[in-house]
C-alpha cells in the first residue's frame, strides 16, 4: 500500500488484540520517526515514555475514562512535554557544540537568541510551547505506524496530571498525549469510510 493508502486504512483503534505485540524492530522504527520529528529551534522539548508494564497500565486506564485502548494496546507510548527550557536550551547547545567550545562560541548569536525565548516564557507558556512540539511527534509516530501497517489511536482524553503521578514524572514535565499501539482485535466493528471535511472545504488556493 502506497503512504496515503496507509493513512485511509489506519483508524482510531478502540481495542487491540492483546494476544499480539509490536515487534521491537517496529517499535524502534516508530521511535526513530519521533525521534527525527523536527521542533521550533531544533530544542526537542520532550520526553516519551514506553509503557507495557500492565500494572502501571491498569492504574492508567480508569484516568483515562475506562478506554479499552490503554489495556488492550501492545505499547503505551506517553509524550511529556517539557517546561525546563532553559535546561533543554543547554543540553541542545552542548550536543550541537560537541562540547567544543569554538563551536559553542560561534552558536553565541543563536544560543543567545534562544534562551530569551526561554526566559520569556512562565512554566504554563513553555509547556504550551513544548505541547505544540510534542503533538507534532505524536502526528509522525501516528503516520509511521500507518506506514507499518501498525494500528494505533491518538487519545488525549485522560486526567494528565494523575498520569504524571502514576508516572512518577519530574516536575518539569507534562504528559499532554497518548499512543497506543498494536494490532486491531479482528472482532471490533468495521469502519465506515473516513469523516473528513472536502478538499474545497479545507484548502484555499491563494495564487
Ligand atoms: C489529539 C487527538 C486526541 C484524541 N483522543 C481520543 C481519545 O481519547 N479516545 C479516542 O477513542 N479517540 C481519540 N482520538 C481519535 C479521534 O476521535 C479520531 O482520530 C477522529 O475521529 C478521526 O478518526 P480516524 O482516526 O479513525 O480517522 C483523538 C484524536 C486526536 C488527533
Known sequence: ??????????????KFDTTKKVSDEDLAKILEAI?????????MPYHFYIVTNPDILLQI??????QPQITTCSHLIIFAARSDL???KDEYFDLMSGGNNEVRAQLK????????FAQSKDESAAIAWS?????????FALAACAE?????????????????????????????????IGYRAEWEAPRGP?????????FTEIK
Open 1 to 14: 500500500m502506497s503512504f496515503l493508502s496507509n493513512l485511509n486504512w489506519r483508524y482510531a483503534t478502540k
Open 35 to 43: 525521534r527525527m520529528t523536527p521542533t521550533s529551534f531544533g530544542m
Open 61 to 66: 486506564q480508569p484516568i483515562a475514562w475506562g
Open 86 to 88: 532553559i535546561a533543554n
Open 109 to 116: 548569536w543563536y544560543e543567545d537568541m534562544v534562551t530569551g
Open 131 to 139: 505541547a505544540r512540539q510534542t503533538y507534532i511527534a505524536h502526528g
Open 148 to 180: 507499518l501497517e501498525i494500528d494505533s489511536c491518538a487519545m488525549e482524553w485522560a486526567d494528565f496530571d494523575a498520569v504524571g503521578k502514576i508516572l512518577g514524572l519530574p516536575a518539569t514535565q507534562k504528559a499532554v498525549v497518548l499512543l497506543p
Open 194 to 202: 473516513k469523516v473528513r471535511f472536502t478538499r474545497e472545504a479545507l
